[in-house]
């Protein structure tokens, strides 16, 4: 591995320096997590990580994907998770998202496995690679989309929630076809979440979606697909 060590342990160190212990319990217990935190706030971690990246230049893509995995996989406080997606994210990583990072970001929502890794890494991470490459990626959010992790397949649902009119809706009805008969919380908001946004930009789709989806689609989803188009009640089937 390449992992730049001395980079690493600045992040580990400033995010350190303040500590919140009330809040750090109330984070853990809001997102029940095995991991405890430092109390910090996520702005406070983006640009923590801004700061300590300033001028960095990686010596290549393994440099800057080894980093991100250390923070990750090393993590002992989950805001040290938090700073390797804002690694990830990094513009001095703009020339790696391409469809080669996406087993890192596999590996990411695979492990990270709860809503706020997972949803950060679909909506900016794999959401990103995927504008910029669809007909390499489209493939792949097909894949995942049936994939027997869940948070693979939640992450193929919401990976164009930011695509807005470049919203490719034959892979979106695809992904949230391949899980409309799931019974998970997770999947069913997701598919919610994935229409209503995309009904800012397109809510005639949206409806006519809705509606073919008929008794499959869960009260959950139907509800947050139609959250703002005033229109719930006349669907319902």
Not at 45 to 55: H, I, K, Y
Not at 84 to 98: C, K, T
Not at 116 to 139: I, K, Q
Not at 156 to 183: K, W, Y
């Amino acid at each position: 591995m390449t992992v730049d060590r001395a980079l690493v342990q600045a992040i580990r160190a400033a995010l350190a320096e303040h500590p919140d212990p009330a809040r750090a319990a109330g984070q853990q217990r809001y997102l029940k997590s095995s991991m405890p935190h430092l109390g910090r706030r996520l702005p406070e971690v983006r640009s923590t990580v801004r700061e300590q990246l300033a001028g960095v230049a990686w010596a290549d893509r393994a440099a800057w994907a080894d980093t991100v995995l250390a923070l990750w996989d090393e993590a002992a406080f989950r805001e040290e998770r938090y700073a390797g997606l804002a690694v990830a994210r990094h513009r001095s990583a703009r020339e790696w998202q391409d469809p080669e990072a996406l087993g890192l970001y596999r590996h990411l929502v695979v492990t990270g496995a709860w809503w706020d890794l997972v949803d950060e890494t679909a909506t900016h991470l794999v959401g990103d690679v995927l504008a910029g490459h669809r007909s390499e990626v489209t493939p792949v959010m097909r894949a995942w989309a049936v994939d027997d992790d869940l948070w693979l397949r939640r992450t193929a649902v919401l990976c164009q929630i930011r695509h807005r009119d470049q919203t490719d809706t034959a892979l979106l009805h695809d992904v949230i076809e391949a899980n409309l008969d799931d019974p998970s919380l997770w999947l069913r908001k997701a598919i919610g979440w994935a229409l209503r946004s995309h009904a800012r930009v397109d809510p005639d789709w949206v409806r006519a979606e809705v509606a073919a989806a008929g008794e499959r689609m869960s009260g959950l989803s139907r509800r947050e697909a139609l959250k703002h188009l005033g229109a719930t009640d006349s669907l319902r089937p």
